[in-house]
């Protein structure tokens, strides 16, 4: 195996690194010449707490109180170069910069824990994501599918969006869905979404079976949790059989998939009686209909959840998914996603997405 790309950025690292030790020393290198040339009436000796201070901000304890005893050495320097060691001028600063020197590395200690820490919770939430929200295999069957899931904040890696897939005798199920809220709740309501997705989707013969099964399964646990009505997930189920070029669709709540097809305006899949949010079945009854819209061979199915349609620019505008959709309808599912990711997190420039964002783009083969 090569390692040479790996070494790069390592490499870039200590270069990064090496360059910004450089600042303090060279503070502390000219503050003690000028200080010692200077007129008597002149003291640039407080300039030197400028050196520990910096090297907090990116360095550890231990280089912070080397630049500091170092500061505190020239400072030393200056008085004796100067007056003597007793005087009252200098004695003040030596002793003002001893002690800033000791609170700035104190703080560097405590920003090199914080990091630790914030390193440990990465990759607790990583573990994390990686159980409860399983990545897509790039071919189910006779479709080519692929995922993208982005958090509204840089520190999150998982949040309430779901998506999954379960391959069946007869075909290919997917949902993709969205609780309502976010933190760690909403963390544990999609991974009880997701597991009885995947217990149910090869058991239930169909689409409105399955839904029913996934709402008698999330509506106990949302009481306990909060309130019926308080919680609740949006979700679109749905069903690809492989020997039929149709997508069986069952809405709960969710925004309308997109069909891309090469050289059409895009297609959103807009079903006609939706069943409510998972969660919400007890308040708002109603039968579960599957619907059938056609999917051939060629076709990209686009599913995502509303932190997409709901980004806003600058202005306030929300994202105009299927207006920008409509260029990319020659894109593989991966090329449609980097294309929109991209996209989507420029739309966003200058602010942060409202909500987490998963999409799933699936092409059906030949």
Not at 15 to 33: N, W
Not at 83 to 94: V, Y
Not at 243 to 257: I, M, N, Q, R, T
Request: hydrophobic share 50%.
């Amino acid at each position: 195996m090569d390692n040479r790309p790996s070494r790069a950025p390592r490499h870039r690292s200590r270069q990064v690194r090496h360059a910004q030790l450089a600042v303090p020393f060279a503070l502390i290198a000219l503050v003690t010449v000028v200080d010692v040339l200077a007129p008597p009436e002149v003291h640039l000796g407080p300039f030197l707490v400028a050196a520990p201070a910096v090297t907090a901000s990116f360095a550890g304890p231990r280089m912070t109180g080397f630049v500091g005893l170092v500061a505190v050495v020239a400072q030393v320097a200056v008085a004796m170069a100067r007056t003597t060691l007793t005087d009252l001028n200098h004695t003040f600063q030596i002793v003002a910069l001893i002690m800033i020197s000791v609170f700035v590395t104190l703080f560097a200690h405590l920003r090199e824990v914080h990091e630790r820490e914030l390193v440990q919770l990465r990759s607790v939430a990583e573990t994390a994501q990686q159980v409860v929200l399983r990545p897509l295999r790039d071919r189910i069957g006779p479709l080519h599918v692929a995922s993208l899931y982005l958090a509204a904040a840089a520190e999150a890696q998982i949040g309430g969006d779901l998506y999954a897939a379960a391959r069946t005798a007869t075909g290919t199920r997917l949902i993709v869905g969205d609780v309502r809220g976010k933190g760690l709740e909403a963390v544990g309501e999609a991974a009880l979404v997701l597991g009885a997705f995947r217990a149910a989707a090869h058991q239930e013969a169909g689409l409105p079976g399955l839904v029913s099964y996934l709402e008698a399964a999330v509506s106990p646990d949302l009481d306990d949790s909060g309130g019926q009505g308080e919680s609740f997930i949006t979700a679109a189920v749905l069903d690809i059989p492989d020997a039929e070029p149709l997508v069986h669709l069952v809405s709960c709540g969710h925004p309308p998939p997109l069909v891309l097809r090469r050289g059409r305006p895009p297609v959103l899949l807009a079903v006609e009686q939706p069943a409510p949010p998972l969660g919400l079945g007890a308040l708002a009854p109603s039968s579960v209909t599957a619907q059938d819209f056609p999917f051939a061979v060629g076709d990209v199915l686009l599913l995502y959840t509303d932190g997409v349609l709901e980004a806003r620019d600058r202005t306030g505008a929300f994202y105009p998914l299927a207006e920008r959709a409509a260029a990319w309808s020659d894109l593989r599912p991966r090329a449609l996603l980097d294309r929109l990711r991209t996209d989507l997190l420029a739309h966003a420039a200058g602010s942060t997405l409202g909500d987490d964002a998963a999409m799933v783009a699936i092409e059906r083969l030949a």
